[in-house]
């Protein structure tokens, strides 16, 4: 079965500060995807990024970057010089190479920036 | 990109009624797609997966009597409430598969706040 694992339930932070999210799954496939989304108070989700199985370069884009490894099984998401907007609720979710058939989400992460 | 386009983004009704939440992708056909529900302060979880042209696929422990789901066409799933009462009240959220070739989007509707008074 899969699994997706954030453990911090809440993270605050001063604004500028550097902040990591830590992700962890498990899954026996060896074809999965790797996705962060962003959940903003309004409630939508915002797709921030997908990495399949077969990628472990590491990505960044802005002030966000994300550390695959897959010999922890982990995914984590870095923002750097953190802002209030980016207060939010994270999701970290995995899916299968099925065509997304099985998408599982994290518990979720509740970041809040403050000034 | 493409997009998911979900109403209401909240609904008020009393218990006893029913509620219907559309989902529909706008620029894309989408031969599957998925509903979650999200209690406060919780992740999302799946309900079930709707097929276009057959019958949805629940979750354990999803009432299929009481969330109707309907995939008539490649653009639109609905999901019915079907004789709400407060504990329905949630947070549902639909989204849509894409599948360009080998590549497969998950795109997420903006959600739909239920309150059953």
């Known amino acids: 079965a899969q699994k997706v694992t954030q453990a911090q339930t809440e993270i605050s932070v001063v604004e500028k500060e550097d902040v990591t999210l830590d992700c962890v799954y498990e899954?026996?496939?060896?074809?999965?995807?790797l996705f962060w989304y962003k959940q903003p108070p309004s409630g939508e989700l915002v797709f921030l990024i997908r990495r399949n199985s077969f990628d472990e370069q590491n990505e960044i884009s802005g002030r966000y970057s994300w550390n695959f490894q897959k010999s922890t099984s982990s995914f984590n998401f870095t923002i750097t010089a953190s802002q209030v907007v980016d207060s939010a609720v994270y999701f970290c979710a995995l899916s299968d190479g099925n065509y997304g058939q099985n998408f599982v989400f994290g518990p979720g992460t509740r970041l809040s920036v403050l000034p | 990109g493409a997009v998911v386009s979900q109403h209401p983004s909240w609904v008020i009704c009393k218990s006893g009624t029913s509620v219907k939440i559309e989902c529909r992708s706008l620029?894309?056909?989408?031969?599957?797609m998925f509903w979650y529900r999200q209690f406060p302060k919780q992740s999302l979880m799946l309900m079930a997966t709707s097929n276009e042209g057959s019958k949805a696929t629940y979750e354990q422990g999803v009432e299929k009597d009481k969330f109707l789901i309907n995939h008539a066409s490649l653009t639109l799933s609905t999901l019915t409430v079907t004789s709400a009462h407060p504990e329905d009240s949630s947070f549902y959220i639909c989204?849509?598969?894409?599948?360009?070739?080998?590549?497969?989007?998950?795109?997420f509707g903006s959600g739909t706040q239920l309150s059953v008074l």
């Open positions: 620029d894309f056909q989408a031969t599957t």
């Open positions: 989204s849509a598969r894409e599948i360009t070739g080998e590549y497969e989007k998950l795109f």
């Open positions: 899954t026996r496939d060896t074809t999965y995807y």
